[in-house]
C-alpha cells in the first residue's frame, strides 16, 4: 500500500513541476498572446492525465514500480508519447523559429530538468530510507 501512495505521490508533484516549469517557461517568450499564456493549465491537465494513466499502470504492475525513480521514468515515457501525439515538435523551433516552436522546445527541456529533479529526490529519498533502516537494525 505504501508503494501505491508513493506512486500517486510521484506523479502529481511531476504534473504539478511541469505546469510550472512552463508558466516560468512562458517569460522566455515573447509575449504571453495568442493563449499561449494558457500553456500551464493545458500542461496540468496533460500530467493529470498522465498521472492517471501511469497510476492504472502501477496497480496492474504493482511490483514493478518500487521507487521513485521508476515511477520517473514511467511518468515521463507517458509524458513524452503525449507530447509527440499532440504534435509539439522540439527540432522544429531551430528551422522556423516562432514562438510556439521554442514553448515546444522548451516542454522537453522541463521534462529532461524534472526527470532530474526526481532523480536527485530518489537519492535523498534513498539515504534517508537507507539511514533509517540501519538505525532500526543497530537498536
Do not use: C
Not at 18 to 30: E, M, N, Y
Not at 125 to 139: G, M, P, V
Amino acid at each position: 500500500m505504501k508503494n501505491i501512495f508513493l506512486s500517486l505521490m510521484v506523479f502529481v508533484v511531476m504534473s504539478l513541476l511541469h505546469a510550472q516549469f512552463t508558466d516560468w517557461s512562458l517569460v522566455f517568450t515573447d509575449g504571453k498572446s495568442g493563449g499561449i499564456a494558457m500553456a500551464p493549465i493545458s500542461v496540468l491537465l496533460s500530467g493529470l492525465m498522465v498521472s492517471a494513466i501511469g497510476f492504472l499502470t502501477v496497480l496492474i504492475f504493482n511490483k514493478a514500480y518500487n521507487t521513485i525513480l521508476k515511477n520517473a521514468f514511467l511518468f515521463e515515457i507517458i509524458y513524452l508519447f503525449t507530447l509527440i501525439i499532440s504534435g509539439a515538435n522540439p527540432f522544429a523551433y531551430f528551422t522556423g523559429g516562432k514562438e510556439i516552436l521554442f514553448l515546444d522546445f522548451l516542454l522537453y527541456l522541463n521534462s529532461f530538468f524534472v526527470l532530474l529533479m526526481m532523480f536527485l529526490i530518489d537519492r535523498l529519498y534513498s539515504k534517508i530510507h537507507l539511514a533509517k533502516s540501519k538505525n532500526n537494525i543497530d537498536q
